[in-house]
């Protein structure tokens, strides 16, 4: 005969006793819990659970304690099991295993979700804030940049649970936040099962061990920082893309490296911190190996963008360069204009590599349209400095299209963050349009079309289409406000320049002459530069030494002015 245990009662409602891969077996016992001798209520507990620490017990309310001393444990009886008894226990102890076990994977399963084609684990993640006292007004506010982040962590595949956040004066050097929350945000992670905390700042790398060992178990801590390089890295589809962002990570990991190694000294009794630390020298000087090689192998990249550029620009059609703060709409507005298909979605970071097409007007007249990543506030400094090869497309264009979305409760914040990451990418410089989208969607609709009048901006709504042959044409009015004046003299063998001179230029006036074709119009910079040989044609056709050793020159329409010197007379 098996000897097997007997439980007096059963005890209804089921609690659940939580342990990671716990698996019931048919030799639990029945336990009370008592606590300052006040019989809480009974439950039912497993022998392997009850013997580690830090049990919790989930309460049918959706209370959750800790098992610890406080607990009194009582085993209420214990008998032995005929064989029929203990095969029939056996046996409903397996179904109801197994209904625990379906019920665990059911619940698992549910938590794995689609992300950007790729099947992601959506772990739960609580986010934590920090409002510095003396922040202006003009700046993201906390709750703003708590939503930000939430939506940044839904984005990264992440169930957000909760969120808190603390007024300070200074952060805490040590965990970033005072003991206090700290104590509070464990609470949360027990409470809501958290296996991830989100801070919205940069921490330091002790701030992160420090939480880290604070928070306890499995608890993963990281910043907004890590998160965006998450996220950059799970969206990265092109090989330069990818190498830009293994950059940024790498550099980021670099001076968190102390946190992998912390094990090695809890196991030694910190006795030998030498050990982790010479490993932890070998780790780091592996990193700026291969932070090397990657930079190496990124900057053949950029050359290899140059030349494309540079390709580029032998046909002369100006680089119009949509910049903004991310999900704007910029890709929406990129595709309604070309038929592209770029990603276009309500998810941050939709695009990270740059995609360039032509945007043919109603008129003949054409520019090159390109979009690229957008921004956020806080953007890392590492991500801004690995992702140079792609934003050097933002740098070389003729003109910037600042995409703003203008529904937004926080445009203007937007803004300026934008307005920020383009100074640090020395592009402020660049002649810029200012371009309100999402009118369509925006609530004082009257009032924005007023202010824009008034402010020299364009409004638009890059999904219904309105507005858009007003951009088109602000486009070209700015360009033109870049472009030279040039006369020339095209003979008719190159009739392919006339053409271009047409397609990317404002042409003023044309008239044919013997050897060729005068034209007169506003061309980029570029092309002018193309067009020297044949300005120098024209001013030869046009002036000529008459018998009295003066010079003349042949004005549009026939006539003729002096010249002395390279002046009129
Ligand atoms: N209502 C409305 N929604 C728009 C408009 N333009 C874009 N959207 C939506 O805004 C979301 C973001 O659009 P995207 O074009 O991906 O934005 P983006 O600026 O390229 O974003 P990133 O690539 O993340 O920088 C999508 O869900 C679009 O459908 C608009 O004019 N009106
Ligand atoms: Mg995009």
Same mark, same amino acid.
């Given at each position: 005969?098996?000897?097997?245990?007997?439980?007096?009662?059963?005890?209804?409602?089921?609690? @659940?006793?939580?342990?990671?891969?716990?698996? $019931?077996?048919?030799?639990?016992?029945?336990?009370?819990? =008592?606590?300052?001798?006040?019989?809480?209520?009974?439950?039912?507990?497993?022998?392997?659970?009850?013997?580690?620490?830090?049990?919790?017990?989930?309460? $049918?309310?959706?209370?959750?304690?800790?098992?610890?001393?406080?607990?009194?444990?009582?085993?209420?009886?214990?008998?032995?099991?005929?064989?029929?008894?203990?095969?029939?226990?056996?046996?409903?102890? !397996?179904?109801?295993?197994?209904?625990?076990?379906?019920? &665990?994977?059911?619940?698992?399963?549910?938590?794995?979700? *689609?992300?950007?084609?790729? #099947?992601?684990?959506?772990?739960?993640? +609580?986010?934590?804030?920090?409002?510095?006292?003396?922040?202006?007004?003009?700046?993201?506010?906390? &709750? #703003?940049?708590?939503?930000?982040?939430?939506? @940044?962590?839904?984005?990264?595949?992440?169930?957000?649970?909760?969120?808190?956040?603390?007024?300070?004066?200074?952060?805490?050097?040590?965990?970033?936040?005072?003991?206090?929350?700290?104590? &509070?945000? =464990?609470?949360?992670?027990?409470?809501?099962?958290?296996?991830?905390?989100?801070? %919205?700042?940069?921490?330091?790398?002790?701030?992160?061990?420090? *939480? &880290?060992?604070?928070?306890?178990?499995?608890?993963?801590?990281?910043?907004?920082?890590?998160?965006? *390089?998450?996220?950059?890295?799970?969206?990265a589809a092109t090989r330069e893309a990818a190498l830009q962002v293994s950059l940024a990570?790498?550099?980021?990991? @670099? $001076?968190? *490296?102390?946190?992998?190694?912390?094990?090695?000294?809890?196991?030694?009794?910190?006795?030998?911190?030498?050990?982790?630390?010479?490993?932890?020298?070998? %780790?780091?000087?592996?990193?700026?190996?291969?932070?090397g090689a990657l930079k190496k192998e990124i900057e053949s990249v950029r050359m290899h963008r140059k030349q494309y550029r540079n390709r580029r620009t032998s046909v002369p059609v100006p680089v119009v360069s949509l910049v903004g +703060?991310?999900?704007?709409?910029k890709s929406?507005l990129l595709n309604?204009l070309t038929g592209a298909d770029v990603?276009?979605?309500?998810?941050?970071?939709?695009t990270l590599d740059p995609t360039t097409r032509r945007v043919q007007m109603?008129?003949g007249k054409e520019f090159l349209l390109s979009d690229t990543v957008g921004f956020?506030?806080?953007?890392?400094?590492?991500l801004v400095a690995a992702f140079r090869a792609t934003l050097e497309e933002i740098s070389e264009s003729s003109l910037l299209v600042h995409v703003?979305?203008?529904?937004?409760?926080?445009?203007?914040?937007?803004?300026?963050?934008?307005?920020?990451v383009l100074s640090e990418l020395d592009a402020s410089s660049i002649p810029m349009l200012?371009?309100?989208?999402?009118?369509?969607?925006?609530?004082?609709?009257?009032?924005?079309?007023?202010?824009?009048?008034?402010?020299?901006?364009?409004?638009?709504?890059?999904?219904?289409?309105?507005?858009?042959?007003?951009?088109c044409?602000?486009v070209q009015e700015r360009l033109k406000d870049m472009m030279v004046w040039v006369?020339a003299?095209i003979p008719?063998d190159k009739g392919e320049l006339l053409s271009t001179i047409h397609r990317v230029g404002m042409v003023?006036?044309?008239?044919?002459?013997?050897?060729?074709? @005068?034209v007169?119009a506003h061309v980029p910079l570029r092309f002018a530069r193309l067009l020297t040989p044949m300005r120098q044609m024209?001013?030869?056709?046009?002036?000529? !030494?008459?018998?009295?050793?003066?010079?003349?020159?042949?004005?549009?329409?026939?006539?003729?002015?002096?010249?002395?010197?390279?002046?009129?007379?």
């Amino acid at each position: 005969m098996n000897s097997c245990l007997r439980f007096s009662t059963i005890l209804k409602p089921p609690i @659940l006793i939580r342990e990671p891969n716990f698996i $019931p077996r048919w030799n639990s016992k029945i336990f009370t819990l =008592k606590r300052h001798s006040q019989n809480l209520s009974s439950c039912i507990c497993y022998t392997s659970a009850l013997q580690q620490d830090g049990v919790e017990v989930l309460y $049918p309310d959706g209370t959750v304690e800790e098992h610890n001393a406080a607990f009194e444990v009582h085993e209420v009886a214990s008998t032995r099991l005929t064989e029929e008894e203990a095969f029939e226990e056996e046996t409903q102890n !397996q179904n109801s295993s197994e209904k625990r076990r379906n019920v &665990e994977e059911r619940d698992n399963d549910s938590r794995f979700k *689609l992300r950007n084609g790729r #099947e992601v684990f959506e772990e739960k993640a +609580y986010l934590v804030g920090v409002a510095r006292k003396g922040d202006t007004d003009d700046s993201f506010g906390i &709750e #703003e940049s708590l939503s930000e982040l939430a939506q @940044l962590a839904d984005t990264a595949g992440l169930l957000v649970v909760g969120s808190t956040y603390q007024k300070l004066a200074m952060p805490n050097p040590r965990t970033y936040i005072g003991s206090g929350k700290v104590a &509070e945000i =464990k609470s949360a992670i027990h409470a809501f099962d958290v296996e991830t905390v989100i801070f %919205d700042d940069e921490l330091s790398p002790g701030q992160l061990r420090n *939480l &880290e060992k604070n928070f306890g178990g499995d608890v993963r801590v990281c910043d907004r920082t890590a998160l965006i *390089l998450d996220i950059f890295n799970q969206r990265a589809a092109t090989r330069e893309a990818a190498l830009q962002v293994s950059l940024a990570q790498l550099e980021y990991q @670099l $001076p968190r *490296l102390t946190r992998m190694w912390t094990h090695l000294e809890r196991q030694a009794g910190g006795q030998v911190k030498g050990m982790g630390e010479k490993q932890i020298e070998v %780790d780091k000087r592996i990193l700026r190996t291969q932070i090397g090689a990657l930079k190496k192998e990124i900057e053949s990249v950029r050359m290899h963008r140059k030349q494309y550029r540079n390709r580029r620009t032998s046909v002369p059609v100006p680089v119009v360069s949509l910049v903004g +703060y991310t999900n704007a709409g910029k890709s929406t507005l990129l595709n309604r204009l070309t038929g592209a298909d770029v990603l276009a979605e309500d998810k941050l970071f939709a695009t990270l590599d740059p995609t360039t097409r032509r945007v043919q007007m109603k008129n003949g007249k054409e520019f090159l349209l390109s979009d690229t990543v957008g921004f956020i506030q806080k953007l890392p400094t590492t991500l801004v400095a690995a992702f140079r090869a792609t934003l050097e497309e933002i740098s070389e264009s003729s003109l910037l299209v600042h995409v703003v979305d203008i529904s937004h409760p926080l445009a203007e914040q937007q803004i300026e963050a934008v307005d920020k990451v383009l100074s640090e990418l020395d592009a402020s410089s660049i002649p810029m349009l200012m371009v309100w989208n999402k009118v369509d969607k925006a609530s004082d609709r009257e009032k924005i079309m007023m202010e824009a009048k008034e402010n020299d901006v364009v409004c638009i709504s890059a999904l219904t289409g309105e507005g858009l042959e007003e951009f088109c044409n602000a486009v070209q009015e700015r360009l033109k406000d870049m472009m030279v004046w040039v006369e020339a003299l095209i003979p008719f063998d190159k009739g392919e320049l006339l053409s271009t001179i047409h397609r990317v230029g404002m042409v003023e006036k044309t008239e044919y002459a013997e050897n060729g074709t @005068l034209v007169r119009a506003h061309v980029p910079l570029r092309f002018a530069r193309l067009l020297t040989p044949m300005r120098q044609m024209l001013e030869l056709w046009e002036g000529h !030494q008459c018998a009295d050793g003066l010079f003349r020159k042949r004005l549009w329409g026939g006539t003729f002015r002096e010249v002395h010197n390279g002046k009129y007379l």
